[in-house]
């Protein structure tokens, strides 16, 4: 088997590599591309993503073929994906991040700045809080209601069909912090960065 | 809820601790991947490396111990001290670490937090002030506390957010290595100003001072390094007696 991590030069993704080749061992090859081809026959995508939604859907868009070639991989071929902060955020319709820019309409919805009540709530949302899981996800196998994900954002996705909502997290309000729509998966949280119950979330992705 | 953090900080000079936790069964006292795994195990919430390397020849050693340390800690690791330009920031970036905080840069040329924090994205990005009182204002301070810029702390932290700050590191200068607590009045009117997290730091000396740090001086995290080596404390103890305080940790 091997999975593949989208290089899409949106960011540091050295933190993404390394824990996935944790995880791997020797069992399963972690990829880090941006080559078409190798997407397409990869069984598992990993797409990344830092900085604003902005920056990371024209950076996607920089690589030419890729967004169809992602597209097919998790629309018509329904093959498992997972999308990390940003990479979770740009699954929307659209979002709001410097200016309004289209997103990849996967999971119906808007990316919009997190209400921080006048100041009530420092920006961006930095650090470790627990993650509330309403529905049963592949990716929470193992995993304990409650448990401490690491997050750091601004901005949270806010999908139109509650039912695709997996997680969410209290901060200003419950905000989703992970989806699951069929075969795609997405954390707001960076599992890479949350400790051993981060890796386990990443060993569940793997072992899909 | 958001849980206040605690953050232990190593010096690592020539890519070298050189304080860090003595402890008796330490394999290498000087290996800072080996102290770094011993925090992050311990539940620290995050791992920080202040490269204070003074010759140039050196600076490199900093990059392989960051490699080595993102390989096998997996909590968020900031790097600091010598960083000057945004080429410094990618480089330490691609070699694992998850934020970078800059000091003297920043004073010294505002493109450099303006720059960065919009290609890399403000999460990644920490402005690390050294402040040191002045009358009835406190001073930015650079080249490790050396020189004083003569500017207002205060003025300059809300100028650090607009600039693309995700966070700000504040070191009391006054305090640091005094062991008699932090700066509160500093730590509260910074953080009460600035609508980014504060990381308090300088002046810990026992366990309360680290409630002080949040309940008072309003910081979101607390950066210590001496009473997390020797043994003094672990962060274990530290968490669990802010959580005795009230205070929400991850435990």
Partial sequence: ?208 | MLKNRIIPCLDVKNGRVVKGINFVDLKDAGDPVEQAKIYSDGGADEICFLDITASNENRDTIYDVVEQTSKKCFVPLTVGGGVRSVEDINKLLNCGADKVSINTAAVENSKVVIDSSKKFGSQCIVVAIDAKKNGDKWEVFTHGGRNNSGIDVLEYAEQMEKNGAGELLVTSMDRDGTQVGYDIDLMSKISSKVNIPVIASGGVGNLDHLVDGIKLGKASAVLAASIFHYGKHSVKEAKDYLDSKGIPVRI
């Fill in chain 1, 1 to 208: 088997m091997n999975v593949t991590i989208v290089d899409y030069k949106s960011g540091n993704i050295s933190s993404v590599i390394n824990s996935f080749k944790e995880v791997a061992k020797n069992k399963v090859t972690i990829e880090v591309t941006s080559d078409l081809n190798k997407i397409k026959s990869s069984d598992k995508v990993v797409l990344p993503g830092q900085g604003s939604f902005k920056s990371c859907m024209d950076a996607l868009d920089q690589i030419k073929g890729l967004k169809d070639t992602l597209n097919e991989f998790a629309i018509n071929h329904k093959k498992p994906l997972l999308g990390i902060c940003v990479g979770l955020q740009m699954f929307a319709d659209v979002g709001y991040e410097e200016t309004e820019t289209k997103g990849l309409g996967w999971v119906s919805g808007k990316v919009s700045k997190i209400d921080n009540q006048n100041g009530k709530y420092k920006l961006p949302h930095i650090g470790w809080n627990q993650i509330n899981i309403v529905k049963d996800s592949k990716i929470f196998k193992n995993i304990e209601n409650n448990s401490h994900m690491y997050f750091v954002h601004s901005y949270e996705f806010v999908p139109n069909d509650k039912k695709v909502i997996s997680a969410t997290t209290d901060y200003s309000s419950n905000i989703v912090c992970s989806v699951e729509k069929e075969n795609i998966f997405g954390t707001q949280f960076h599992p890479e960065k949350s400790d051993r119950i981060g890796l386990k979330i990443i060993d569940n992705f793997i072992n899909l």
